[in-house]
C-alpha cells in the first residue's frame, strides 16, 4: 500500500510502539518509516509506555503494543490504559499463538478501546498498513474514542478556580412510566469562544495532578444549586455524581462530600454517587469504606459502565450498591444484536436478583428502548431522551423532554 494512502492524523501525530525487543522495535520502526510515519516514539515495557503518555505532547495517534514483556506486559498496559480513560486506537502485535491474539482482541473489546488489529510477528508490511488505515473509522463524531490531547495543567487550575468547569444534567427516564426520573451530572469546560470542552480532554490531566478533589466538590457543590434552582420551580430530581476511581482513597473528599450533602439541606437519597465496576473489584479497603459512608448517610451508589470490567455476582453483592448502569457497548443497537441483547438481559436480571435498580446508557434509538422495556430495564439514559444540558436549559427542556417520552411510548 502506498504511503500516500496512510491517514494524516497518524503522520502527523505518529505513534508509540511498546515492545522489550529492540530488535523488533527496530523493524517495526523501519516499517513504519516506509509507510511515511516518521514520527514514532519507542517504550520497552508497559512502565515505560505510560510514563511517556504523561509527557508526549501531543499524545500518539496510536499504539503498537506487544503482549510478552518483561516489568509491565502488554495486557496489563491495556488495562490501564482503559482505567485512565485514554481511548488510543490500538495495535496488538505478537509471536504468540492464536488463541492468544484472539482472547487479547476480546478483552481489548469490551474494555471499549478503539481496536486497529491484532497481528502475528513478525509484522508484514501490507497487514500493518490494513490496520493502520481502520484509524478513520474512528475520527470526528466519535469524541469517546478520538486521541484526546490532554490539556495544560495550569489552564485546568485557573477554569477550576474560575467555575469554569461546570455540570451539565442528562436525564434518566423511567421506561415503565415513560418520564424523566432522575439526572446525571457530565463535567464540561467552558470557553467563551468554543464550544464546550468534554471531559476526556481534562478528567486524566486532573487525576494526573491531584486536581480531582477540587474537581468533584466543584461539580457537586453546583449540582446542589441546580437542585436548589429546580426545586423552587417545583422539580425534584435526584443528581448522579461520578467519583473517579483514583480519588475513592482519599479520605478528604469523602468528607467534603459528605459534609456537602448535610449542608445542602436536601435528602440524601437525592444523591447518587457513581464508581465504574473496574474501580470497585481490587477489593481496595479505602475505596470501599468511601462508598460504606455515603452510603451510611444515605446516598445511593452506582455501579457505572457495567460489562466492561470482570466482576462476580458475589463480589457485586458485597458491596453496598443501589443501582447497576449497564455499559452503553451492550446497549445501543442492542435490540439488532443477539449477543449484546443477551448480555442486557443477564445483566438486568441479576441486578434485579441483587435487589439494584438498573439503568442502560447509551439508549439511542426507539428499538433499542422498547426492547428495555420488554426486559424490564428501569431506567434509560442516551441521546434518545436528551444530551447532557446546562442546569437551566434542562428545566427550560424538561417539559419537551417528557412530552417526546410519553409520544415513544404510545407509538407501540
Ligand atoms: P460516563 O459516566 O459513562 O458518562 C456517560 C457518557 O456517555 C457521557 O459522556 C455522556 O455524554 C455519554 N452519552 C450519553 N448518552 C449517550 C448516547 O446515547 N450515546 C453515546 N454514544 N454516548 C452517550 P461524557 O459527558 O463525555 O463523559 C465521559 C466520561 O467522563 C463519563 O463517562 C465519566 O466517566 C467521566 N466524567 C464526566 N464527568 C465527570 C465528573 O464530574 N467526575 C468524574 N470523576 N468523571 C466524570
Ligand atoms: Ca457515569
Ligand atoms: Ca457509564
Same mark, same amino acid.
Given at each position: 500500500m502506498p504511503a500516500d494512502l496512510i491517514p494524516d492524523v497518524l503522520r502527523t501525530y505518529g505513534l508509540l510502539v511498546v515492545d522489550d525487543s529492540e530488535v523488533q522495535r527496530r523493524h517495526l520502526v523501519s516499517n513504519l518509516n516506509a509507510l511515511g510515519i516518521s514520527r514514532v516514539a519507542e517504550a520497552a515495557d508497559g512502565n515505560h509506555a505510560l510514563d511517556l503518555l504523561e509527557t508526549l505532547n501531543p499524545?500518539?495517534?496510536?499504539? &503498537?503494543? #506487544?503482549l510478552e514483556? +518483561?516489568?509491565? #506486559?502488554g495486557i496489563e498496559l491495556i488495562q490501564k490504559l482503559a482505567e485512565r480513560r485514554m481511548s488510543l486506537p490500538l495495535i496488538v502485535a505478537s509471536s504468540r499463538e492464536a488463541v492468544m491474539i484472539s482472547?487479547? /482482541?476480546t478483552m481489548i473489546s469490551g474494555l471499549g478501546l478503539p481496536l486497529l488489529g491484532a497481528l502475528s510477528k513478525p509484522v508484514a508490511v501490507p497487514d500493518l498498513a490494513r490496520a493502520l488505515r481502520k484509524i478513520d473509522q474512528y475520527g470526528a463524531g466519535m469524541p469517546d474514542t478520538q486521541p484526546e490531547t490532554g490539556v495544560p495543567v495550569e489552564a485546568l487550575r485557573e477554569a477550576l478556580a474560575q467555575q469554569r468547569i461546570q +455540570?451539565?444534567?442528562? $436525564?434518566?427516564?423511567?421506561?415503565?412510566? =415513560?418520564?424523566v426520573r432522575s439526572t446525571e451530572a457530565l463535567a464540561r469546560? &467552558? /470557553? $467563551?469562544?468554543?464550544? +464546550? &470542552? $468534554?471531559p476526556a480532554r481534562f478528567i486524566p490531566v486532573a487525576e494526573a495532578h491531584g486536581l480531582m478533589a477540587e474537581l468533584t466538590l466543584t461539580i457537586l457543590d453546583q449540582s446542589i444549586a441546580a437542585m436548589r434552582l429546580w426545586n423552587s420551580r417545583g422539580v425534584q430530581l435526584p443528581v448522579a455524581i461520578n467519583l473517579s476511581p483514583a480519588?475513592? =482513597? #482519599?479520605?478528604?473528599l469523602t468528607e467534603g462530600l459528605i459534609r456537602r450533602v448535610a449542608a445542602s439541606g436536601l435528602d440524601a437519597r437525592q444523591f447518587i454517587f457513581e464508581v465504574t465496576e473496574s474501580a470497585m473489584m481490587g477489593g481496595d479497603a479505602a475505596a470501599t469504606a468511601c462508598l460504606l459512608r455515603l452510603r451510611l448517610r444515605g446516598c445511593g451508589l452506582s455501579i457505572d459502565d457495567y460489562g466492561t470490567g470482570f466482576s462476580s455476582m458475589q463480589q457485586l453483592s458485597r458491596l453496598p450498591f443501589t443501582e447497576l448502569k449497564v455499559d452503553r457497548g451492550f446497549v445501543t443497537? =442492542? *435490540?439488532?444484536?443477539? +449477543?449484546?441483547?443477551?448480555?442486557l438481559a443477564s445483566a438486568i436480571d441479576m441486578a434485579g436478583r441483587l435487589g439494584l435498580s438498573t439503568v442502560a446508557e447509551g439508549v439511542e434509538t426507539a428499538e433499542d428502548w422498547a426492547l428495555l422495556r420488554e426486559l424490564g430495564c428501569e431506567l434509560a439514559q442516551g441521546y434518545l431522551i436528551a444530551r447532557p444540558? $446546562?442546569? /437551566?436549559?434542562?428545566? *427550560? /427542556?424538561?417539559p419537551q423532554i417528557n412530552h417526546r417520552l410519553r409520544g415513544l411510548q404510545a407509538e407501540r
Open positions: 499524545l500518539p495517534a496510536a499504539l &503498537i503494543v #506487544d514483556m +518483561p516489568g509491565m #506486559d482472547s487479547t /482482541e +455540570p451539565f444534567f442528562q $436525564p434518566k427516564a423511567s421506561v415503565a412510566r =415513560a418520564m469546560w &467552558i /470557553e $467563551p469562544a468554543s464550544s +464546550p &470542552i $468534554p480519588s475513592l =482513597a #482519599d479520605t478528604v443497537g =442492542a *435490540h439488532a444484536r443477539p +449477543p449484546l441483547r443477551t448480555m444540558l $446546562p442546569a /437551566e436549559e434542562f428545566l *427550560h /427542556e424538561l
